[in-house]
């Protein structure tokens, strides 16, 4: 394509320009790079949430502040910024794939797979959040902090399930497990000065591996459905047995009562009797008197037919008892025969 040619240009006369940098240039150049490299490898930020641990030669210096700062040029010094205010997290078990409002997972199992005390299998999730409290221990002090830290929870997860029957691990013991971890995690990583503060152990999901995982949910269901006929059985008994011995204490209350009432009202009696005996031992014809006048003024008001017999009475008008005849079913006699 050498002799082609474009218009009233030929291709193969076509010669870049010869360009001449002065010699000053030239000479200046690398000097000027090698400054704004140095520039730029000097000052450094140290973030809000961090703290700058700095390194001369690969030893520790000094640890800065937030904010911007400068330093020796690179490979004098470098920085190496912590996280000191913000919590982190380690999850075991699983990994998160991709966060959001949907976020997806994925199962570890040589993690999350562990033997309980009673020989029985269980898959346990669980985050570790905790903070970094001294930098200096944290970079230092451990090496591959990273993986040591992971090691040391999971270990002390394994034994501290291995300790304890799958029914506790699957339901009531959760809690008491991640506080029990928490514990244990937080004395290993003072023992090692990790620099490192454990805020809080999570068991994210804890459950039987999924090839027997529906006979666990029967046995789960028996269980609970033993625990709600249990907790009938004693709703029912916490409220016939208080009832039944209210009833119990009503029946003996009431005959209480009624027995100091019948002793009551024979005292009563018996001082009445005495009283009497002793009126009538001073008065006897006055006494007698007043009983039958008493007993008759009790009496009388509760007789509706009266028959008077005593053949001296002057004065005594005969009634005929109309409202006695019309009660008395015929072929009886008058009422003026009653009243008689």
Same mark, same amino acid.
């Given at each position: 394509?050498?002799?082609?040619n474009?218009?009233?240009? *030929?291709?193969?006369?076509f *010669?870049?320009?010869?360009?001449?940098?002065?010699?000053?240039?030239?000479?200046?150049?690398?000097?000027?790079?090698l400054?704004?490299?140095?520039?730029?490898?000097?000052?450094?930020?140290?973030? @809000?949430?961090?703290?700058?641990?700095?390194?001369?030669?690969?030893?520790?210096?000094?640890?800065?502040?937030?904010?911007?700062?400068?330093?020796?040029?690179?490979?004098?010094?470098?920085?190496?910024?912590?996280?000191?205010?913000?919590?982190?997290?380690?999850?075991f078990?699983?990994?998160?794939?991709?966060?959001?409002?949907?976020?997806?997972?994925?199962?570890?199992?040589?993690?999350?797979?562990?033997?309980?005390?009673d020989?029985?299998?269980?898959?346990?999730?669980w985050?570790?959040?905790?903070?970094?409290?001294?930098?200096?221990?944290?970079?230092?002090?451990?090496?591959?902090?990273?993986?040591?830290?992971?090691?040391m929870?999971?270990?002390?997860?394994?034994?501290?399930?291995?300790? *304890?029957?799958?029914?506790?691990?699957?339901?009531?013991?959760?809690?008491?497990?991640?506080?029990?971890?928490?514990?244990?995690?937080?004395?290993?990583?003072?023992?090692?000065?990790?620099?490192?503060?454990?805020?809080?152990?999570?068991?994210?999901?804890?459950?039987?591996?999924?090839?027997?995982?529906?006979?666990?949910?029967?046995?789960?269901?028996?269980?609970?459905?033993?625990?709600?006929?249990?907790?009938?059985?004693?709703s029912?008994?916490? *409220?016939?047995?208080?009832?039944?011995?209210?009833?119990?204490?009503?029946?003996?209350?009431?005959?209480?009562?009624?027995?100091?009432?019948?002793?009551?009202?024979?005292?009563?009696?018996?001082?009445?009797?005495?009283?009497?005996?002793?009126?009538?031992?001073?008065?006897?014809?006055?006494?007698?008197?007043?009983?039958?006048?008493?007993?008759?003024?009790e009496?009388?008001?509760?007789?509706r037919?009266?028959?008077?017999?005593?053949?001296?009475?002057?004065?005594?008008?005969?009634?005929?008892?109309?409202?006695?005849?019309?009660?008395?079913? @015929?072929g009886?006699g008058?009422?003026?025969?009653d009243?008689?």
């Amino acid at each position: 394509m050498e002799g082609s040619n474009f218009g009233n240009i *030929r291709v193969g006369d076509f *010669r870049p320009p010869n360009i001449k940098l002065p010699p000053g240039l030239v000479t200046a150049l690398p000097l000027v790079i090698l400054l704004l490299v140095v520039m730029w490898t000097t000052v450094y930020t140290v973030g @809000p949430e961090e703290v700058g641990v700095v390194l001369t030669f690969g030893a520790f210096s000094q640890i800065t502040e937030p904010g911007l700062h400068f330093k020796l040029p690179y490979p004098v010094q470098t920085v190496v910024n912590v996280p000191v205010q913000r919590q982190l997290k380690q999850e075991f078990g699983y990994r998160t794939l991709r966060a959001g409002v949907r976020s997806e997972f994925g199962n570890v199992l040589e993690e999350s797979l562990m033997l309980t005390g009673d020989l029985n299998v269980a898959v346990v999730e669980w985050t570790t959040q905790y903070r970094v409290v001294d930098p200096y221990l944290y970079m230092f002090k451990v090496r591959n902090l990273t993986e040591t830290f992971r090691d040391m929870n999971e270990a002390i997860m394994r034994t501290v399930v291995g300790d *304890r029957s799958v029914s506790e691990v699957l339901t009531v013991g959760r809690q008491e497990i991640a506080s029990e971890v928490e514990v244990r995690l937080q004395e290993l990583c003072d023992q090692y000065e990790t620099g490192i503060r454990i805020e809080q152990i999570v068991l994210q999901d804890v459950n039987p591996p999924e090839p027997v995982r529906p006979s666990f949910n029967e046995v789960n269901q028996a269980q609970q459905e033993r625990e709600r006929l249990i907790n009938e059985a004693l709703s029912d008994f916490n *409220r016939e047995v208080p009832a039944a011995r209210g009833e119990a204490l009503r029946v003996v209350e009431q005959a209480r009562g009624y027995a100091a009432d019948r002793v009551n009202r024979a005292e009563g009696d018996a001082s009445r009797f005495v009283a009497v005996y002793e009126a009538y031992r001073r008065a006897p014809e006055v006494t007698r008197r007043r009983l039958y006048l008493e007993t008759m003024l009790e009496l009388l008001p509760q007789v509706r037919q009266k028959i008077i017999i005593d053949e001296s009475i002057d004065g005594l008008l005969p009634l005929l008892n109309l409202q006695g005849a019309m009660a008395r079913p @015929p072929g009886s006699g008058t009422g003026q025969e009653d009243g008689q």
